[in-house]
């Protein structure tokens, strides 16, 4: 998904970005119970912080490293 939409520079400090995705979907027919999201940050990003949903359990939430074809150091 393309993150012009989503992904924003807090003005105030220019080194922090903020990625807003609703968890809904644009069908209105289909009907889901359980997904999975998946969110790959850039390489070397750091001090993360999750603001969830209050219907969000916090501990489905798993977080590890991705490692893509050419990631040494792997991905948030």
């Known amino acids: 998904m393309p993150t012009e939409y989503h992904l924003f520079q807090e ?3 220019p080194s922090l970005y903020i990625l807003e995705v609703d968890f ?3 069908f209105d027919k289909s ?3 359980d997904y999975v999201v998946k ?3 850039p390489e070397g990003a750091t001090n993360i912080k999750l603001e969830l949903a209050s219907d969000i359990n916090p501990d489905s939430i798993e977080m590890g490293k991705y490692f893509g074809t050419l990631d040494y150091f792997g991905r948030p």
Do not use: D, P, R
């Open 39 to 41: 969110i790959i940050l």
């Open 31 to 33: 009907i889901t119970e």
């Open 24 to 26: 809904m979907h644009a």
């Open 11 to 13: 003005k105030k400090s």
